[in-house]
């Protein structure tokens, strides 16, 4: 996972699109690494990472990318 901070405007740009995909404004993944696309009881995407534990949220503006998965 990329994460950029306030005021990063670099973030993602020399990243393939085929395997980085953003998720939130602040939050770029590497689509090999995802384990599970869920949604939380409020509707909102949610994500897991191979290896990781905590779940990561999908903007509403990027959820359309996980819909295939």
């Given at each position: ?11 993602g ?6 395997r ?6 602040n939050a ?10 869920s ?7 949610m994500i897991?990472?191979k ?5 990561l ?7 359309h ?5």
């Amino acid at each position: 996972m990329i994460h950029s901070g306030p005021g990063d405007r670099k973030g993602g740009g020399n990243l393939d699109p085929e395997r980085f995909w953003q998720i939130h404004r602040n939050a770029i993944v590497n689509v090999h690494f995802i384990d599970r696309v869920s949604r939380s009881l409020t509707g909102k995407g949610m994500i897991r990472l191979k290896g990781r534990s905590e779940t990561l949220t999908v903007s509403n503006r990027h959820m359309h990318l996980f819909r295939q998965m």
